[in-house]
């Protein structure tokens, strides 16, 4: 399969589900979580407080791996593995564009200090479970 249709496969994936694991390093250790995810092209955004587990980790060690797809219908379901570099995004534009309704349980608005987003910046994208094809790897580092 040629990058561009790799991409176009990713980024349909990405489009089609946005909630995913993110798995973070605790003292040498994985840690993962669901999270919700967005995407603008092949950087995923998902937002969280400041106050949790996963932004320590993140400001100790920014890489992270992020499992995306996947429904639960059988052994063909296509999904991601995203590995890249997660860095904690306060930009107010952004904040304003990725708050919904729920995030009004966690959050009191978008300027609420406590709410940040994190970028995840991909350095490998590997596509699973295309058409029985082996899994591709679009390499962006």
């Given at each position: 399969?040629?990058?561009?249709?790799?991409?176009?496969?990713?980024?349909?994936?990405?489009?089609?589900?946005?909630?995913?694991?993110?798995?973070?390093?605790?003292?040498?250790?994985?840690?993962?979580?669901?999270?919700?995810?967005?995407?603008?092209?092949l950087t995923l955004y998902t937002p969280t407080s400041k106050e949790t587990y996963k932004v320590d980790e993140i400001k100790e060690n920014p890489n992270a791996h992020i499992l995306?797809?996947?429904?639960?219908?059988?052994?063909?379901?296509?999904?991601?593995?995203?590995?890249?570099?997660?860095?904690?995004?306060?930009?107010?534009?952004?904040?304003?564009?990725?708050?919904?309704?729920?995030?009004?349980?966690?959050?009191?608005?978008?300027?609420?200090?406590?709410?940040?987003?994190?970028?995840?910046?991909?350095?490998?994208?590997?596509?699973?479970?295309?058409?029985?094809?082996?899994?591709?790897?679009?390499?962006?580092?």
């Open positions: 399969m040629d990058e561009q249709k790799l991409k176009e496969e990713i980024l349909h994936v990405m489009d089609q589900n946005h909630t995913g694991t993110l798995a973070t390093v605790k003292k040498q250790k994985p840690h993962s979580r669901y999270m919700t995810f967005s995407h603008e092209d995306l797809g996947y429904n639960g219908n059988g052994w063909g379901d296509q999904y991601i593995e995203f590995q890249g570099k997660v860095s904690l995004n306060d930009s107010k534009n952004l904040k304003e564009k990725l708050w919904s309704d729920e995030l009004k349980n966690y959050f009191s608005s978008p300027d609420d200090p406590n709410y940040v987003v994190l970028q995840c910046q991909p350095e490998t994208i590997r596509l699973m479970n295309n058409n029985s094809e082996s899994s591709q790897t679009l390499e962006l580092s």
